[in-house]
């Protein structure tokens, strides 16, 4: 049978709020994903936790409007500020860019990097309400 696995957008109203519900459903809140993007996709991939590799699985994200709103531009500039304090110099440039991009409402939000790499995980499904 396939797991379920249900995110309520009710539950958050920022991107760490979402990692601390992930964490919560995901890993049964005994370990922590702190949101890297790369460290999501391994973690849907499965063998980690609740996840057998490459189990099949379905993703229900309850309210997923309200998270869209929720990680859309204003939370995407503050993940990128928090990127460019932390990155390499060689790569200030590419994330300013994507600053201005984002205050601009061009570009990827965090809500459409999250719903891209569960899309691309060949084992879940994903389920929008």
């Avoid at 110099?89 to 570009?107: C, D, F, L, R, T």
Wanted: aromatic residues 12%; contains cysteine; charged residues 30%.
């Amino acid at each position: 049978m396939n797991k379920i696995f249900i995110i309520d957008g009710d539950k958050f109203s920022d991107f760490k709020g979402f990692c601390k519900e992930f964490s919560d459903i995901f890993l049964s809140g005994t370990y922590k994903w702190h949101g890297n993007l790369d460290a999501l996709n391994d973690l849907l991939f499965g063998g980690f936790r609740d996840i057998e590799t490459e189990e099949q699985f379905t993703i229900i994200w309850r309210n997923s409007a309200k998270s869209k709103v929720d990680l859309g531009y204003s939370e995407t500039i503050v993940k990128l500020n928090e990127k460019l304090n932390n990155c390499h110099q060689s790569y200030e440039e590419e994330v300013i860019q994507e600053i201005k991009n984002a205050k601009m409402n061009k570009g990827p939000t965090i809500f459409d990097e999250i719903e891209e790499i569960i899309l691309e995980n060949e084992n879940v499904t994903l389920i929008l309400e």
